[in-house]
């Protein structure tokens, strides 16, 4: 009986959270972005307009225990060329276009997320 | 727990000590396999077999201690102790959740406390690299890691249930 109740629970919980994973990823592709904003330990450290700001860009990120990263800003898309990190999750990442899934990395403390249009952030979720 | 024979005690001493070991070898093992999801945080988390194993047939103080053990010494060995933060907040959310199910569950139903010990694993690493880098920009993972969490929890869960069903009480 209890056991029923869990497995209902945790179907639940699964079939929101792949909802939310795909109504994230066809929404945010849809909604406008307008930049990308970089941010170091709590700090926005660079903020770019793809309208305003000369593109392509190539940015040296100095991340916080000596982790340096070169992050690329096309118009439309940003990516993170190179890391000198052991795990390369950033990298592996590849291009980001959207807001639905931010480039975090946790132990250089940088964030690099789109922002702009409809889709800024957590707001994409509730969206 | 102090009028413990010491052989028994003993005994314990060495299931913890071998199991901290297995568990540690399937973790070295399991982060030299490259995963084709590049999503941070994402996953098989095959070493929780012998947690969810140890909570339920040893006991809930057993597995913490070897939960965290592994824990540590993963970090040491993986060379990443930057990220011992995260999976110590993960852990310790996540144990907290599993003890309070091995007293839910039959040892027939364990297949099920994997699933939801590994959400409640991501939901603690989420917190803390919030609370680390002071934005709840990083819950936009959420449902990604939830995904993969029931999946990869199922998979592990099975796992534990055969274990029990085959391995002598130990």
Same mark, same amino acid.
């Given at each position: 009986?209890?056991?029923?109740?869990?497995?209902?629970?945790?179907?639940? $919980?699964?079939?929101?959270?792949?909802?939310?994973?795909?109504? %994230?990823?066809?929404?945010? %592709?849809?909604?406008?972005? /307008?930049?990308? %904003?970089?941010?170091?330990?709590?700090?926005?450290?660079?903020?770019?307009?793809?309208?305003? +700001?000369?593109?392509?860009?190539?940015?040296?990120?100095?991340?916080?225990?000596? $982790?340096?990263?070169? *992050? *690329? *800003?096309?118009?439309? %898309?940003?990516?993170?060329?190179?890391?000198?990190?052991? +795990?390369?999750?950033?990298?592996?990442?590849?291009?980001?276009?959207?807001?639905?899934?931010?480039?975090?990395?946790?132990?250089?403390?940088?964030?690099?997320?789109?922002?702009?249009? /409809?889709?800024?952030?957590?707001?994409?979720?509730?969206? | 727990?102090?009028?413990?024979?010491?052989?028994?005690?003993?005994?314990?001493?060495?299931?913890? @000590? !071998?199991?901290?070991?297995? &568990?540690?070898?399937?973790?070295?093992?399991? &982060?030299?396999?490259?995963?084709?999801? @590049?999503?941070? #945080?994402?996953?098989?988390? =095959?070493?929780?077999?012998?947690?969810?194993?140890?909570?339920?047939?040893?006991?809930?103080?057993?597995?913490?201690?070897?939960?965290?053990?592994?824990?540590? !010494?993963?970090?040491?060995?993986?060379?990443?102790?930057?990220?011992?933060?995260?999976? #110590? #907040?993960?852990? !310790?959310?996540?144990?907290?959740?599993?003890?309070?199910?091995?007293?839910?569950?039959?040892?027939?139903?364990?297949? =099920?406390?994997?699933?939801?010990?590994?959400?409640?694993?991501?939901?603690?690493?989420?917190?803390?690299?919030?609370?680390?880098?002071?934005?709840?920009?990083?819950?936009?993972?959420?449902?990604?890691?939830?995904?993969?969490?029931?999946?990869?929890? !199922?998979?592990? #869960?099975?796992?534990?249930?055969?274990?029990?069903?085959?391995?002598?009480?130990?």
């Amino acid at each position: 009986m209890k056991k029923n109740v869990i497995i209902v629970v945790l179907a639940v $919980i699964f079939f929101t959270s792949l909802g939310a994973v795909i109504n %994230r990823t066809l929404w945010a %592709r849809g909604g406008q972005v /307008d930049g990308v %904003r970089i941010t170091v330990e709590g700090k926005i450290v660079y903020e770019i307009d793809f309208l305003t +700001d000369s593109l392509p860009k190539t940015l040296e990120i100095q991340g916080k225990n000596g $982790i340096e990263s070169t *992050v *690329v *800003v096309e118009d439309g %898309r940003v990516h993170v060329a190179h890391a000198n990190c052991p +795990d390369q999750i950033c990298v592996n990442q590849g291009w980001i276009v959207d807001s639905a899934m931010p480039i975090v990395c946790l132990p250089g403390e940088i964030i690099i997320e789109m922002i702009g249009g /409809d889709a800024n952030g957590l707001d994409t979720a509730t969206g | 727990m102090a009028l413990t024979p010491p052989r028994d005690s003993l005994k314990r001493l060495c299931s913890c @000590a !071998l199991l901290t070991a297995i &568990a540690l070898t399937i973790f070295m093992v399991e &982060a030299q396999i490259p995963l084709p999801i @590049a999503i941070p #945080g994402i996953k098989l988390g =095959l070493s929780n077999i012998i947690t969810v194993y140890a909570v339920f047939v040893l006991s809930p103080r057993e597995g913490g201690m070897i939960l965290f053990a592994r824990v540590f !010494l993963g970090a040491v060995f993986s060379g990443q102790m930057s990220t011992l933060l995260y999976s #110590g #907040g993960g852990g !310790l959310l996540s144990i907290f959740v599993l003890i309070l199910l091995s007293k839910l569950l039959s040892k027939q139903e364990l297949w =099920l406390a994997s699933p939801i010990a590994a959400f409640f694993h991501n939901l603690g690493q989420l917190c803390v690299a919030a609370l680390v880098m002071q934005t709840p920009v990083v819950f936009a993972y959420l449902p990604y890691l939830t995904v993969a969490a029931v999946v990869s929890g !199922l998979f592990t #869960g099975l796992c534990v249930q055969y274990v029990v069903g085959r391995l002598p009480e130990i």
